[in-house]
């Protein structure tokens, strides 16, 4: 992708989509696979994984990605205000079932997932203590994210627990879901399926031709699936399959 620094796109008319440049970031590549499947542009800045990001926070007072940024309206950082704009400025079938119940167990499970203090949230606190306590230590002073997250060898052994419980009760959900549908909510596909494709690679990656990706990522999450092996295969294979059947779902950083 070609990145517009956000020096430069402030100014810039339309929609504004702040992303992690240069590798396969869930938040950021779900945010894309969202606004794509609904045909809306958007003009895509450059943000760095677990940097300061100082004129980017200047702009939007945000440090991380996603942020997307329509004309003069307030910047939208949380993964409900970017769908509920793509619903509204995109096309074709929503991405949220019409079923008031449906709706709401989708939403619901997808903040379990990623939302904060959900999967993810415990997934990256894990993460983060990958490389033991002196790396940690170490490593802490330059990456914000151990502050952002609340690290500690404490918090490191509470996260796997919350990882593996929500991850338990994802897959009983979607074990269920499946044995009759091709998709994780109803008869076609939402926002949830996309949401699932993209942070799976957390639990398993894809291949290095689906998706490449830089070494130490791959390994990281190689790392805190082994921690957490909780996924089931039901899970895998549908996300595999949403991926052969949905062409418009960008797999490119």
Avoid at 1 to 26: I, K
Wanted: glycine share 8%; aromatic share 8%; with cysteine.
């Amino acid at each position: 992708m070609e990145y517009v620094e956000p020096e430069h796109a402030e100014n810039l008319p339309g929609l504004r989509l702040a992303l992690t440049a240069g590798m396969p970031a869930p938040y950021s590549m779900s945010a894309r696979g969202i606004l794509d499947i609904k045909g809306v542009r958007y003009t895509p800045v450059a943000q760095v994984g677990a940097g300061a990001n100082e004129t980017l926070v200047m702009w939007t007072k945000h440090r991380n990605a996603p942020i997307a940024l329509y004309e003069d309206e307030a910047p939208r950082a949380g993964w409900l205000e970017i769908l509920l704009l793509a619903e509204r400025l995109g096309s074709g079938d929503s991405l949220l079932p019409a079923d008031q119940g449906l709706r709401m167990q989708m939403i619901g499970w997808i903040h379990e997932l990623i939302g904060e203090g959900g999967w993810v949230w415990h997934m990256r606190i894990l993460m983060l203590g990958l490389g033991g306590p002196e790396h940690a230590a170490a490593a802490s002073s330059k990456n914000p994210m151990f502050k952002q997250y609340g690290y500690s060898e404490e918090e490191q052994a509470k996260a796997r627990l919350s990882a593996i419980r929500c991850m338990e009760g994802f897959s009983a959900f979607a074990k269920a879901q499946l044995a009759s549908s091709a998709y994780l909510i109803g008869d076609k596909l939402s926002a949830l399926d996309i949401y699932w494709l993209y942070f799976s690679q957390i639990m398993q990656t894809l291949s290095e031709d689906a998706c490449p990706m830089p070494g130490m990522l791959r390994k990281s999450y190689d790392l805190a699936s082994a921690a957490c092996g909780v996924v089931i295969p039901e899970l895998i294979e549908q996300r595999d399959w949403v991926l052969a059947n949905h062409p418009r779902l960008p797999m490119s950083f």
